[in-house]
């Protein structure tokens, strides 16, 4: 995106990232950084660190870091462009209109949302046609579907000719290549068109703000797939988009309580659901829940209930999501539907009243995790006694409140049989292990060049050499000085390093600043290493030029054992080669080296 350096600036310097940061994540000061639980994986101990001085966020746990673009990419799921004008709106800051890129973004975009708005008025009209629509009217009343639902949610008719809505889009002036990324136009190998959705009761999809992104679509015969959905195009990610979400965060945002939202899986179990007043329903788009989705639910809610359908598939569905809302930080409860039940056939068979009972007897999701394991598994076995402590203290070692922590395990003895402490000491173990396993990449507090080897394959110098040069830009200069020639090892870190060679200023100190050096890297794992190096507080004033000497020092040793090694292999193919002479000139040139190092 063609946003030019000086524009992305000024809009990094207007936007504070502690006060970007703390409006998404509870941040709490110590010392001159800021600490938090990392919002993108599970942690009970902090390691989300906040630089107010360099204006970076780094987490020791898992290695995500960067600047506040990056955060909002990450956190959002943003993209640059998007980043830039959320920061851009937030501080008030015009962004030229002269970006023709953007504006080309921005209009291929809004054609895609036109294009979408003209295909649901179309099947729109086509379900209500008096003689097209019969059939699919027909099919939505044998469901219970009346006027009301067809109007609220939009409901439209694909009929079974092969290019209805091309014909029709064609009119309206679109192009081949706007129809065509719309994803509701097919083009054959031998370069036909025609509609994707033929034959289908279509299901509007509408992103948070109301606006129609893609479709779904029920068949109304036998053929397959029973439903069908558009493609992934720049207006619409499958793992992001849950239907009926513009609809129920209404609801939602309206409830003085515990801001509850009903999940189910499909399109006709959300509307029959928002139909018998559970207007906080929403479905997922024949997908399992992501990290996506709870990021977009926490928006709106405090807790979500997962209504899966009565069988063992439902019950997967159901255990699937666990993890995930628990990584994510949100409440989760799930509504266990008699087998052989869907949502929208419950509700059709057993009535309102029931559907709000089953709501209220909705399961605490470690509740029903235990009496999952206990139908699976033999408690009375050893393997089966293994096989529900194993998982269900796997589960509960991703959860972070500790008050919860302590009645799941004395649930899971109760019901057991077992000490509830030998189950703390299993849980206890599993942590630690766990916490193993995410060692942190950032350079150590204590380290400096002098305990580090001068062997540079081992990657440590380098990394605590460029964390100098980050941290303190004129010393740049001082080690092109040194060795004019030089690079690192590393090809990621040489990167950086050539990046920031590139913006010294000819014969000056050089101008560089961390934003500067974050904005000219258009690499996300790029960034998170900057922020890496750059996230730790090791180096005092007084010890940074003895920290750089350190270096310079292990440098300098590092190619002095080189010249060595490489006389030592000249030595011997003169010794080879009989020649007295070149091997007595290479032994005085050896010695001086040697000489030269003490």
Known sequence: MAYHEQIIDQIQQASDIVEVISACVPLKRTGRNFKANCPFHHEKTPSFIVSPDRQIFHCFGCGAGGDVFSFLMKHEQMNFPEAVRHLADRARIPLPESEKQVRSERSENDRLYQICQVATEFYHAQLMNPEMGKQGRAYLSQRGFGPDEIKEFQLGLATQEWRALLQHVIKKEFSEREYLRSGLISKSAQGNTFDLFRNRIMFPIMNAQGKVVAFGGRVLNDDLPKYLNSPETPIFKKRRELYALNIAKRTISGTDAVRQILITEGYLDAIRLHANGFKNTVATLGTSLTEDHVRVLKRYADESIVVFDGDR???????????????????????????????????????????????????????????????????????????????????????????????????????????????RSELAKLQKKQQGTQKSEAVPVQTTASNLQADRKGNQLERVLLSLL????????????????????????????????????????????????????????????????????????????????????????????????ALRNRISQAEDQGDENLVLKYMKDYQTLLSEEQ
């Open 470 to 565: 980050l941290h303190y830009p004129p010393y740049l200069l001082a080690l092109k000085e040194a060795f004019p020639n030089f690079s690192f090892l590393d090809s990621k870190l040489n990167r950086i390093f050539s990046l920031m060679d590139q913006m010294v200023c000819v014969d000056q100190m050089p101008e560089i600043s961390t934003s500067k050096v974050l904005n000219r890297i258009n690499d996300e794992e790029l960034k998170a290493l900057v922020s890496s190096l750059l996230a730790g507080e090791w180096l005092s004033h007084e010890n940074r030029e003895q920290a750089f000497q350190d270096c310079l020092r292990a440098l300098k040793k590092e190619e002095h054992s080189k010249r060595l090694r």
């Open 313 to 423: 598939a439902g019950e997967q569905a159901s255990l699937r999501s666990l993890d995930i809302f628990l990584e994510e930080g949100m409440g989760i409860r799930v509504l266990s539907l008699p087998r052989g039940f869907d949502p929208d056939d419950f509700v059709r068979a057993k009535g309102q009243e029931a559907m709000k009972q089953l709501i209220r007897e909705s399961q605490d999701i470690f509740d029903f995790k235990l009496q999952v394991l206990l139908r699976r598994f033999n408690k009375s076995d050893s393997m089966g006694l293994l096989k529900i402590t194993s998982e269900f203290l796997d589960t509960l070692s991703k959860l972070k409140n500790f008050v919860l922590v302590d009645r799941c395990l004395k649930r899971l003895a109760a019901t057991l049989g077992v000490e509830e402490a030998s189950l």
